[in-house]
């Protein structure tokens, strides 16, 4: 088994980089038809994760919606949704979450080392929790989901995640999908932070696939590591 799982982050932004405006709803970037999309993406996938945050915020499920994608894993050996994962440094996070009660797939949280100890408890009998070192090593993680079973992880967001795995050189994939409007407000979320990525121009990815959805279009990008 590699040493860690493929790393697919999936992303959704607009022309001008951002993953949301700063208003207090979720901006919705994609159409339904790239909702199916990613609903397709994750059904090849053994394991989703997202950050924190992003469940605080966003307070996703997380699941394969297709009845007919969950039979045909189902049929091949495999459990009809993905494990959910997700990081944390603080702990603060909320058993009620829509993430913990919906689909009878494993949760994990790699959590903080000073933050574990209280989040077994806060979240006995809806997720297993992990000591994730002190900070969260996304490496560390990675090989314990590679003991687990896990060959094939999505990376969903949000910005924090896609910047901190891109920037440790962990994504083999990048699949993002840019929808055509500009948002422009610099207190807005973007795709990643500011940080030093070893995909520079020096180093730059491969463009594997570039697909057309209604007016949205899809990028998918093999970083070094990612290519056959």
């Known amino acids: ?23 207090p709803d979720r901006l919705r970037l994609s159409s339904p038809a790239d909702f199916d999309r990613v609903d397709g993406v994750r059904a090849t996938c053994d394991a989703i994760l997202v950050g924190a945050n992003t469940i605080r915020r ?16 189902a ?43 209280s989040l077994v408890e806060r979240l006995a009998g809806v997720a297993e929790v992990i000591d994730g070192g002190d900070p969260v090593d996304p490496r560390r993680l990675l090989a314990d989901l590679s003991g687990r079973g896990v060959r094939r992880l999505m990376v969903e967001g949000g910005g924090g995640m896609h910047t901190r795995f891109l920037t440790d050189g962990l994504v083999d994939e990048l699949q993002l999908v840019v929808a055509p409007f500009l948002i422009g407000d610099p207190s807005a979320p ?14 730059p990815m491969r463009l594997a696939e570039v697909t057309r959805i209604g007016d949205l279009a899809l990028l998918r990008y093999l970083t070094h590591r990612g290519r056959p």
């Not at 009660?101 to 933050?115: E, F, I």
Request: hydrophobic share 35%; aromatic share 8%; glycine share 8%.
């Open 75 to 117: 049929a091949r050996g495999l459990p009809r949704q993905p494990t959910k994962v997700t990081m944390t440094a603080s702990g603060d996070l909320d058993p009620a979450a829509r993430f913990f009660t919906m689909g009878d797939a494993p949760k994990l949280v790699y959590a903080g080392s000073h933050a574990a100890p």
């Open 1 to 23: 088994m590699s040493d860690r799982p493929y790393v697919l982050l999936s992303c959704a932004m607009s022309v001008d980089g951002y993953i949301d405006d700063a208003g």
């Open 58 to 73: 966003d307070d996703p499920k997380l699941l394969i919606k297709s009845p007919s994608r969950q039979e045909r894993r």
């Open 190 to 203: 973007r795709f990643v932070h500011p940080g030093v990525f070893p995909q520079s121009p020096a180093r």
